[in-house]
């Protein structure tokens, strides 16, 4: 078989990263390298800094990265998205126009014989009650329609800067680093949901921004995916094996 790949978080267009053009045309190479391998790529979500469908009118920009994908599913790769905090909300533009499948809840789907857990991972077991509050306006309904009615150009403006303002106080205190496995959020949720859903092999979440390949048990693996910012991190599945990379131009050898 073809390998799968899974990336996220490369927060395209974000106003806090200086380089974004260079990292946009970074993930496009690398995508173009891997299109003739590929079966599958999973997109876990945060690939946009900030994403939000109007009926009419979506963001500008991300012209290359869009177009890629679009020829991916175009030659039958299947390209799968996830949406994470700073897209959530994708409507129907992503799936009508270049060919993708949307998720907007973690998914369990079993891939050449393994079982997979697969999902951004914002919101699976943080305990942070702020967070859990903006999450769940962020999801509302009546919010979306209330924001929907502010006109693109000042709509876009605050999400982008919301997002850049975000960015740089992490950006300040650093990313938090792996906290260990009695206090990382991702993996006490994934050793509770394996508990009681003892045959996924494979765990896989964004939105740490930390690279983390950590067995649960004999037959199960957790992979958080790092970003696209400064690690340029993924992990790929051969049908056998799964392996964790660092994207260098012109090396990639899976």
């Not at 992503?94 to 907007?104: V, Y």
């Not at 045959?199 to 037959?219: A, P, T």
Request: overall charge negative.
């Amino acid at each position: 078989m073809k390998n799968i790949y899974f990336i996220s978080d490369a927060h395209l267009g974000s106003w806090a990263i200086p380089h974004h053009r260079q990292q946009e045309r970074r993930l496009v190479r690398f995508l173009d390298e891997i299109k003739n391998r590929a079966s599958a790529v999973y997109l876990l979500g945060d690939m946009f800094d900030f994403w939000y469908e109007y009926k009419m009118v979506v963001p500008r920009g991300f012209t290359r990265f869009l177009g890629k994908v679009s020829e991916l599913t175009d030659m039958g790769v299947e390209v799968h998205y996830f949406t994470g905090n700073h897209d959530i909300w994708c409507r129907d533009y992503l799936q009508e126009e270049c060919g993708i499948i949307l998720h907007r809840e973690p998914i369990t789907i079993e891939l050449a014989d393994k079982v997979f857990y697969l999902a951004h991972g914002d919101g699976l077991g943080d305990p942070d009650w702020k967070f859990k509050i903006i999450r769940a306006a962020f999801h509302s309904k009546i919010c979306q329609t209330l924001f929907s009615s502010i006109h693109p150009r000042w709509g876009m403006q605050f999400g982008l800067t919301w997002a850049k303002h975000s960015r740089q106080k992490r950006g300040n205190m650093g990313e938090p680093l792996y906290m260990g496995e009695d206090k990382e959020c991702l993996v006490l949720y994934a050793k509770k949901y394996l508990r009681e859903h003892p045959d996924v092999n494979y765990f896989l979440f964004g939105h740490r921004h930390i690279e983390l390949d950590l067995m649960l048990s004999k037959q199960c693996r957790l992979l958080i995916l790092g970003d696209w910012i400064s690690q340029f991190t993924y992990a790929v599945y051969d049908g056998e094996n799964m392996f964790m990379e660092n994207y260098v131009e012109g090396e990639t050898l899976v």
